[in-house]
């Protein structure tokens, strides 16, 4: 069985405490993660308007968001300015790339792409992305090669924004395996890789999925015929799970997992793009989550 490991890193929280923490743990086990950064401000405290959407409080009551936030970040954006994560932890996300990790694009400002993608013009989406390629170009001195949509928010105007950045790869969706996208019958160049299992925050507090019983319950999630994608984020396995996460990461290597690289998954696809299938990228739910996202279909 093989499994690639994404991290999201949503806040400067997450980049100052959760990624030093995940990133020793992955030298640790041998493990390839790939960390996607949000490189512009943190406006984290902007997602209050999401209580209007169905499902959104019940998972904030789920996931306990001020213990796994804190205040000073639930703030920002609203009650002072949100810090800008790629000028202040430059450092940190650097040190990330000089560990060996391979590093990407999550997003310029996270609120903004989840919460508004939809609604952007081209040319405004495009302005945004370029924003982030931009931070990233400052932080590590060169372009990025991969991206992983902030709340896997995807649209043709951001897959039309990753084709002219000449990606080696993204991962926006939720799916099975790789493919080219297409939305409304325009196919897009750059290969998806989707998120294949579910993520912590979409079972947790949910009494069918017992914290004590997840360790088992993905192991059993894991596909032997096919890549699985874990997408983990920096603010809940990097912190308040990362003693959860580190048992997870010690089931997975009992069961003789193999931990593989998404960039070396991207290039093996790569050299017979023939072969790869093209998939709806559709607007659909999952289990757990609020909202829509990206989901490959069929």
Known sequence: MEIAIKVDVDTARGTKDGVPKLAD?????????????SLGPDNTGRAIKRIFRRGFLQKVSRTSVLQVYGLRTLGNGILWPGPHIG??????????????????????????WQDNLHNMTPSEVTREFTKACDAFRDVFGQPATTAGAAGWQASCSSLHAYDEAN????????GHSPFFP???????????????????????????????DLHHFYCQQLDTEKLNVLTIHAELEGMRFYDWFDGLIQAFKAANVSFVNLA????????????IPHHTLAQGTVDGRSGTLAVQWP
């Open 182 to 212: 297409v939305i409304d019958g325009t196919r897009f160049a750059t290969l998806q890789i989707p998120t294949t299992l579910p993520t912590l925050d979409e079972l947790l507090g949910r009494p069918e999925y017992p914290i004590s």
């Open 25 to 37: 743990l992955f030298l640790k086990n041998d493990i390839p993660a790939t960390f996607l950064f």
């Open 264 to 275: 070396d998954v991207a290039r093996f696809c790569l050299k017979n793009p023939s072969q």
């Open 167 to 174: 990606l080696l790869y993204a991962s926006d969706a939720r």
């Open 87 to 112: 000028r202040k932890h430059g450092a940190t996300l650097r040190q990330v790339a000089t560990q060996g990790f391979e590093v990407g694009i999550h997003c310029y400002d996270h609120i903004r």
